[in-house]
């Protein structure tokens, strides 16, 4: 995406070659758990992360994940998959009745918490974000990982304005 800072991750392979790319699932994420700003995300997702950083990190240093794009607090955009690639974001998930919504969907991380209410930079950029995405491929529905993985995951969470976002777009 033009205006993104491109670290290209590891973490992805081609997807089908018939594929739709209709979904967006929208998550949080943030390392350590509840702190912000430092390289955590950004190493995992490039796998570099190192096990001795923090007690958190040594039980996922060896994961294999990415998404294809990250805002940050202050609303900064870092793309790690080109759109056309399949991004190791949702793991296993069903969105109306599609098993793998790896396949078939774009990831987008929001910097954050569960329980942290998300900062009016990352609403806009999320915004101008799938504008973009929308316009270029037939998005059909937007969920968050907790509606495609329920029970195993709680991301983007209640602190995350769905109607405030529907509204922006
Ligand atoms: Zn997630």
Same mark, same amino acid.
């Given at each position: 995406?033009?205006?993104?800072?491109?670290?290209?991750?590891?973490?992805?392979?081609?997807?089908?070659?018939?594929?739709?790319?209709?979904?967006?699932?929208?998550?949080? &994420?943030?390392?350590?758990?509840?702190?912000?700003?430092?390289?955590? &995300?950004?190493?995992?997702?490039?796998?570099?992360?190192?096990? %001795? %950083?923090?007690?958190?990190?040594?039980?996922?240093?060896?994961?294999?994940?990415?998404?294809?794009?990250?805002?940050?607090?202050?609303?900064?955009?870092?793309?790690?998959?080109?759109?056309?690639?399949?991004?190791?974001?949702?793991?296993?998930?069903?969105?109306?009745?599609?098993?793998?919504?790896?396949?078939?969907?774009?990831?987008?991380?929001?910097?954050? %918490?569960?329980?942290?209410?998300?900062?009016?930079?990352?609403?806009?950029?999320?915004?101008?974000?799938?504008?973009?995405?929308?316009?270029?491929?037939?998005?059909?529905? &937007? %969920?968050?990982?907790?509606?495609?993985?329920?029970?195993?995951?709680?991301?983007?969470?209640?602190?995350?304005?769905?109607?405030?976002?529907?509204?922006? &777009?």
């Amino acid at each position: 995406m033009a205006g993104a800072v491109y670290l290209p991750s590891p973490n992805c392979d081609a997807r089908k070659e018939d594929v739709s790319i209709d979904l967006l699932v929208i998550h949080n &994420i943030s390392l350590p758990p509840g702190e912000f700003g430092g390289p955590g &995300i950004i190493d995992l997702f490039l796998n570099r992360l190192d096990p %001795a %950083a923090h007690s958190y990190y040594a039980g996922i240093s060896a994961l294999r994940v990415s998404a294809h794009f990250l805002i940050r607090r202050d609303g900064e955009i870092i793309q790690f998959v080109p759109c056309p690639a399949r991004a190791w974001h949702a793991g296993p998930s069903s969105w109306r009745g599609r098993e793998r919504c790896n396949d078939f969907s774009i990831g987008i991380e929001l910097e954050g %918490a569960d329980t942290v209410p998300f900062t009016d930079a990352q609403y806009a950029q999320l915004a101008t974000l799938t504008r973009a995405l929308r316009a270029r491929y037939p998005i059909a529905d &937007i %969920a968050g990982h907790s509606d495609i993985a329920p029970g195993r995951k709680t991301d983007p969470g209640p602190c995350f304005d769905w109607q405030r976002f529907r509204a922006s &777009i």
